[in-house]
């Protein structure tokens, strides 16, 4: 039961975030690409554009707007569904059941949401490159294969596992704050909107602050 | 946790100076009573004056502070989690909204109890097709609970309480927010269940038309006091103001 609730919480969670992911995305990487472009420009260095563009969107970019992304609609939308849950009386009505509402509702979307942030991102992360061959395609002609090749070389082993392993503890900030607002939730509708409200703020501050643990852990050792 | 305390053979549920408060506001106090086996208990009092807290209270959703609730002579307030899921599994319990699950059609709400028990999905649907008989509804299995009527929402939340089999079935004002004759609808569907499954219920209400249905007795909570306890007949003779106005109304 529980393992057909986290399946179905990571489709939630994971398919139902793509299109947001994906647009925001590739929006990103075009305009990154579309506004490196003359300092890179003015320096003669424009063939480095892919290069520069891919180690931002894999190191920091792809993963906090990932992030970011997922504390809105992911964060928001579990605390109010479990905050409505708790004020309309579902949560003791699955208490009284014999069913632990806190495996079933808690530990299941927290799981999801550690599970699907690191995939979300590496599809962020690839749709942002799409993006951004398209925004050098804009004022240039260059093959996708020459595009790849160029931004793939500048990308170590080093850039993506610690890029990917902070989204890991993205997606548990999620789950966890959201699901702590909305399974604590009280005081009727208002507690829904607070719980929904406070889910998207502290889980979205702590993907800062993560990241920027992450960074300093990071450069002791790289 | 077994106690075999009980005053008679026939109690199920003993509640034994029961004290709970939220904070420095004392909710209930000294609160005793027994209900033996097949009997429907009616607790009758004011919003606010308790009754949904002793419910919840028995059911150990809420801890109290001192005092002891028994069920099936197992004292709820001492158990386990596993204990008290054990004597959940013989309790029912129809919440005041409803407490459908939003997120679910009609029948995943009905099979949604059975699923912590080893039970073919077939024979689930069977169980869930019966309930929704006996409470009246059929044809509405697809449905999501936001398209049903208040009166149908506490049909499926009777049925959902039914498809377990419950020994026990605890409603928090089954009547509250319906019109009349939906009223007079739910309260013969409870006592032709008590008929049927031979339940014992606990039933909380403000409504005296639902009390009058369906108690063998009752018990008058005020201001987190038991201030009387008797038949619906004898209550109703009794020189006492805060009662006669139940019956005024």
């Known amino acids: 039961m529980i393992y057909t609730n986290w399946v179905r919480q990571c489709y939630f969670i994971g398919y139902n975030s793509l299109p947001l992911v994906g647009i925001t995305g590739f929006i990103m990487g075009l305009v990154l690409t579309i506004q490196s472009r003359p300092t890179l420009a003015s320096f003669g260095a424009e063939s480095w554009l892919p290069a520069m563009v891919s180690v931002s969107i894999v190191r920091e970019i792809g993963p906090v707007i990932t992030g970011i992304i997922c504390a809105g609609k992911v964060g928001s939308s579990i605390g109010a569904e479990l905050a409505s849950m708790r004020v309309t009386e579902q949560i003791d009505a699955m208490e009284v059941s014999g069913i632990n509402p806190f495996n079933y509702l808690v530990v299941t979307r927290v799981l999801a949401a550690t599970v699907m942030l690191p995939l979300l991102t590496i599809y962020s992360d690839c749709i942002s490159l799409l993006g951004s061959f398209f925004g050098v395609n804009i004022s240039g002609d260059v093959s996708f294969q020459l595009y790849l090749s160029q931004a793939m070389a500048e990308l170590q082993f080093s850039d993506i596992v610690p890029s990917l392993t902070k989204t890991v503890f993205f997606g548990l900030a999620i789950g966890l704050i959201s699901c702590y607002q909305g399974y604590t939730a009280a005081k009727g509708t208002v507690g829904v909107g607070k719980s929904a409200n406070s889910s998207v703020v502290i889980a979205s501050l702590l993907i800062f602050i993560i990241d920027m643990l992450a960074v300093q852990v990071t450069s002791l050792f790289i | ?249």
């Open chain 2, 1 to 249: 946790m077994d106690e075999s305390t009980s005053s008679s053979n026939n109690t199920v549920i003993d509640v034994k100076h029961l004290c709970k408060s939220f904070g420095d506001k004392q909710i209930l106090q000294d609160i005793s009573f027994q209900i033996t086996k097949g009997e429907n208990l009616v607790i009758l009092g004011k919003s606010g004056s308790g009754k949904s807290v002793l419910i919840k209270c028995i059911i150990g959703l809420l801890p109290i502070d001192s005092g002891k609730i028994l069920i099936n002579n197992t004292v709820m307030n001492e158990a386990n989690l596993s204990q008290l899921n054990e004597v959940r599994k013989a309790v029912g319990f129809l919440f005041q909204s409803g407490a459908l699950y939003d997120s679910l059609s009609v029948m995943e709400n009905l099979v949604f109890p059975l699923r912590r028990k080893a039970i073919l999905k077939r024979d689930q649907l069977l169980a869930a097709e019966e309930v929704l008989k006996s409470v009246g509804l059929i044809d509405i299995a697809d449905k999501m609970p936001s398209e049903l009527s208040g009166g149908m929402r506490k049909r499926l939340g009777l049925a959902r309480t039914l498809i377990t089999k419950p020994q026990f079935i605890f409603y928090d004002e089954p009547t509250t927010g319906l019109d009349p004759i939906t009223s007079n609808e739910i309260s013969e569907l409870m006592n032709s269940i008590q008929q049927q499954f031979k339940t014992t219920s606990i039933i909380i209400t403000h409504d005296m038309a639902c009390a009058h249905t369906t108690a063998n007795r009752m018990l008058v909570l005020d201001e987190g006091k038991v201030l009387v306890e008797g038949s619906f007949d004898e209550l109703s003779q009794l020189d006492n103001e805060t009662v006669k106005a139940f019956f005024k109304i």
